[in-house]
Nanobody, 124 residues
Framework: QVHLVESGGGLVQAGDSLRLSCAAS????????MAWFRQASGKERRFVAA????????YTRSSVEGQFTISRDNAKATVYLEMNSLMPEDTAVYFC?????????????????WGQGTQVTVSS
């Protein structure tokens, strides 16, 4: 079992930056990858970015590439999401997720562990 705890969300203005953190505990040695998803009010949960646990290879949704950067610190079992130039449309609950198998990095159903989510609100 892996437990995920997100932090770093909040209310910011358009153009600001935020860094989200996701600390993993438990069977972290079994993880293949961790990712960030986001869900805006009334919309489906969507993939943002993923990072392979061993190699550090990253996969980022094209619409946020260059704006968002995912990274991980294996020693701290923590994944980060650096978000720059935030816009009101980035407002959502951001979820951290983890998986123990390789596959489609943007497919939410393949992630078996989820955090509780952290709210990011961007005002115009």
């Amino acid at each position: 079992q892996v437990h995920l705890v997100e932090s770093g969300g909040g209310l910011v203005q358009a153009g600001d930056s935020l860094r989200l953190s996701c600390a993993a505990s438990g069977r972290t040695f079994a993880l293949a990858a961790m990712a960030w998803f986001r869900q805006a009010s009334g919309k489906e949960r969507r993939f943002v970015a993923a990072v392979e646990w061993d190699s550090g290879h990253t996969y980022t949704r094209s619409s946020v590439e260059g704006q968002f950067t995912i990274s991980r610190d294996n020693a701290k079992a923590t994944v980060y999401l650096e978000m720059n130039s935030l816009m009101p449309e980035d407002t959502a609950v951001y979820f951290c997720a983890a998986r123990e198998s390789v596959g489609s990095w943007d497919y939410a159903a393949e992630y078996i562990y989820w955090g509780q989510g952290t709210q990011v609100t961007v005002s115009s």
